[in-house]
């Protein structure tokens, strides 16, 4: 297995000229089915080529008693066209995020936060890359792969300018992933023929064995404090969606809390308030209200359910059919996915 050194700085991702802030992908969509993309094509405002018109707006993130307040506009991407699946580089200097192009395919570009200035990461005719991250130690980027063609593929990895990119499993084709703190291990997000399903791989394992987690899991993922478990989410039977813990070393499910509403997305935050105690701090939109709760930060406690407290009227914001959410590291911004 190839090895990199780990987080290049944020700002030696390539440069360019942007494609402009892109909407949400995915409008409080149900859990994806089976068999569809690992983006959102449900949107029945979508182009020709499939994707969603989204855009990614940003806003400053204040802290008053302990609590989220929604502060001033800090740009983003916004353009006609599919900008989605934001996410901030862990120096807090950029964001990554999917772009498409009017041929249906996409890839990976970078927004700089200090400049405003957006640049590409891969530049791949006839091939898409979705769901960038910076991972946590082995490689600078990870991302969904899809060859030419086809939907989905594996989770790859690469250096910053997506030089060397290799496969960092064999499971396809799987819409979503996430990287334990080791990178050991990485839970997916796979697609099946008639039901798609969460799968744990142990990449150390020869032959690669995915293990069997769970059936309907949705698209958001997080790794908790320690990086030894996961917060995912598994489809409720009213079409919501409910945050469970995974542990990375034995693939044990456990139960957590309901997202509000008919959200299936969330953004994770580890508390501000450092040095006093540990809790995992939560984002999540539904019907046009920006909630936030928080949960203890033992991972393994017996029983976790957020108290849900309303943070902002998202139309008052100027935002439309809000989904996906990134909060920076620093927690002193953050990211919505809206309508075009």
């Known amino acids: 297995m190839q090895r990199y050194l780990a987080l290049a700085a944020a700002a030696g991702l390539m440069a360019c000229s942007p494609p402009e802030t892109q909407t949400p992908?995915?409008?409080e969509a149900a859990i994806i089915p089976a068999a569809e993309p690992a983006v959102d094509t449900d949107d029945a405002n979508a182009e020709e080529t499939g994707l969603p018109g989204t855009d990614i707006r940003i806003f400053?993130?204040?802290w008053v008693n302990g609590q989220p307040v929604i502060g001033a506009p800090m740009g983003g991407v916004v353009r006609?066209?599919?900008d989605n699946q934001p996410s901030f580089t862990p120096d807090g200097s950029g964001l990554l995020y999917t772009a498409g192009d009017d041929s249906g395919e996409t890839d990976i570009w970078r927004l700089d936060l200090a400049s405003g200035e957006t640049r590409p990461v891969t530049r791949t005719p006839d091939e898409s890359e979705y769901s960038p991250r910076v991972p946590p130690g082995e490689a600078e980027l990870a991302y969904i792969y899809q060859p030419p063609g086809g939907y989905?593929?594996?989770a790859y990895l690469a250096h910053a300018d997506n030089s060397d990119r290799y496969a960092a499993e064999e499971l396809a084709p799987v819409g979503y992933y996430l990287f334990s703190g080791d990178m050991r291990h990485v839970v997916t997000f796979a697609l099946g023929e008639t039901s798609n399903t969460l799968q744990l791989i142990d990449r150390s394992a020869e032959p690669e064995m995915p293990q069997f987690v769970a059936d309907n899991?949705?698209?958001s993922m997080a790794r908790n404090l320690g990086g030894d478990g996961a917060w995912v989410t598994l489809a409720r039977p009213d079409g919501g969606a409910a945050v469970h813990r995974l542990d990375f070393a034995t693939g044990a499910l456990r139960d957590g809390f309901d997202l509000p509403?008919?959200?299936q997305d969330f953004a994770r935050i580890t508390s501000p308030l450092?040095?006093?105690f540990a809790f995992d701090g939560f984002f999540s939109a539904a019907g046009g209200t920006l909630y936030y709760g928080t949960v203890s930060g033992d991972f393994a406690a017996a029983s976790l359910s957020p108290a849900w407290t309303e943070i902002a009227d998202l139309a008052a914001l100027?935002?439309?059919?809000?989904?996906r959410i990134a909060v920076s590291p620093e927690a002193d911004r953050i990211a919505f996915v809206v309508a075009d």
């Open 274 to 276: 450092t040095g006093m």
């Open 60 to 62: 400053a993130l204040d």
């Open 25 to 27: 992908a995915d409008t």
């Open 217 to 219: 899991p949705g698209r």
């Open 152 to 154: 989905a593929g594996n």
């Open 318 to 323: 100027g935002l439309a059919d809000v989904n």
């Open 261 to 263: 509403g008919q959200s």
């Open 80 to 82: 006609p066209g599919y």
